[in-house]
């Protein structure tokens, strides 16, 4: 399957969507196959010669690689929340700004006409 970067993309943002549906896998061979591959490449020990504590350490990051990935895609979910939220919030706020500079130059503007006949009618008497 061929992948072009969209314009205005980086290549590592490209690799992310790429792999992003590639999940570690939950059942009992998988998590077995990782633990013997951070035994192997984490700690760099070999998979026939490792004591408890090694195996506690391969196991502990076998699962933290799992918390991870559900992590961040919590946290990507509630950023593209807030961003819209806040977006949509952004927005409105610009709008009621926008009436209250209206309404706020309007209202200046009669206030300085009414000042400025009061200062005229003041001038003449």
Same mark, same amino acid.
Not at 59 to 64: G, I, K, P, V
């Given at each position: 399957?061929?992948?072009?970067?969209? #314009?205005? =993309?980086?290549?590592?943002?490209?690799?992310?969507?790429?792999? #992003? *549906?590639?999940?570690?896998?939950?059942?009992? /061979?998988?998590?077995?196959?990782?633990?013997?591959?951070?035994?192997?490449?984490?700690?760099?020990?070999?998979?026939?010669?490792? *004591?408890?504590?090694?195996?506690?350490?391969?196991?502990?990051?076998?699962? =933290?690689?799992? /918390?991870?990935?559900?992590?961040? *895609? +919590?946290?990507?979910?509630?950023?593209?929340?807030?961003?819209?939220?806040?977006?949509?919030?952004?927005?409105? =706020?610009?709008?009621?700004?926008?009436?209250?500079?209206?309404? +706020?130059?309007? +209202?200046?503007?009669?206030?300085?006409? =009414? #000042?400025?006949?009061?200062?005229?009618?003041?001038?003449?008497?």
């Amino acid at each position: 399957m061929q992948h072009t970067v969209p #314009a205005g =993309r980086s290549r590592a943002l490209l690799l992310c969507h790429v792999h #992003a *549906d590639t999940y570690k896998k939950n059942d009992v /061979l998988s998590i077995q196959e990782n633990i013997v591959s951070h035994i192997e490449y984490t700690m760099a020990r070999s998979r026939y010669r490792f *004591d408890d504590f090694e195996c506690y350490q391969a196991t502990a990051l076998s699962l =933290r690689d799992r /918390l991870v990935e559900q992590w961040n *895609d +919590t946290q990507t979910h509630f950023k593209w929340v807030l961003d819209a939220s806040a977006h949509a919030h952004t927005r409105t =706020r610009s709008c009621s700004q926008a009436h209250a500079h209206t309404f +706020t130059s309007t +209202t200046c503007m009669h206030k300085r006409k =009414r #000042a400025g006949g009061a200062l005229s009618q003041a001038g003449d008497g």
